[in-house]
């Protein structure tokens, strides 16, 4: 978000924060890229004589670059548990161990975003927790994610795992 702000105010431009969101969302894997996405977005909008907001961010962004389909959950909690150096029964596990609990909340969070999965199958995908439990993790890690750049280095790899070929 602070790069999209940036972009927006180096070139004078009005940008509603929900769209930003929705760009910040769709394209993480680096400052090139999402600068692109913005670019040709605003390109589009300007083309198009629209106005900004959400719906036509949402179906210029489809336009240029659908989302590319995401594993399973299960494979995506498996890549989670690996990259963490941890077994996907540990996720799914009644551990309260900070380093499990922190691998199960950054699958919660992708599992929400990359998959679109409710809370209450999110909690089930990860032992059958209550989705009052996966919320607070999901809101945990969208927190952190904003301060901790070595957590959102390790979101942006996950994300780039789980999109792998077979993955």
């Known amino acids: 978000m602070a790069i999209l702000q940036e972009i927006v105010a180096r070139q004078g431009i009005r940008a ?14 680096n400052v090139r890229e999402l600068e692109g996405a913005f ?19 949402s179906g210029i962004l489809n336009s240029l670059a659908p989302r590319r389909s995401v594993c399973s959950p299960t494979r995506l909690v498996q890549i989670v548990a690996e990259y963490y150096n941890l ?11 900070a380093a499990i609990a ?15 999965l409710s809370l209450p199958v999110i909690g089930d995908c990860l032992g059958g927790r209550d989705h009052t439990t996966a919320r607070h993790g999901i809101e945990k890690i969208e927190r952190e994610v904003e301060h901790d750049e070595t957590l959102r280095n390790d979101v942006a790899l996950l994300r780039e795992r789980i999109y792998l070929p077979f993955g």
């Open 87 to 97: 077994g996907a029964d540990d996720l799914t596990g009644r551990s309260r161990i």
């Open 39 to 57: 670019k040709n977005l605003w390109l589009q909008v300007q083309l198009q004589g629209t106005g900004l907001n959400v719906a036509v961010a």
């Open 16 to 29: 509603p924060l929900d769209v930003l969101m929705l760009v910040a969302e769709r394209v993480d894997s």
């Open 102 to 116: 922190h691998a199960r909340h950054v699958a919660m969070y992708l599992l929400r975003k990359e998959n679109g």
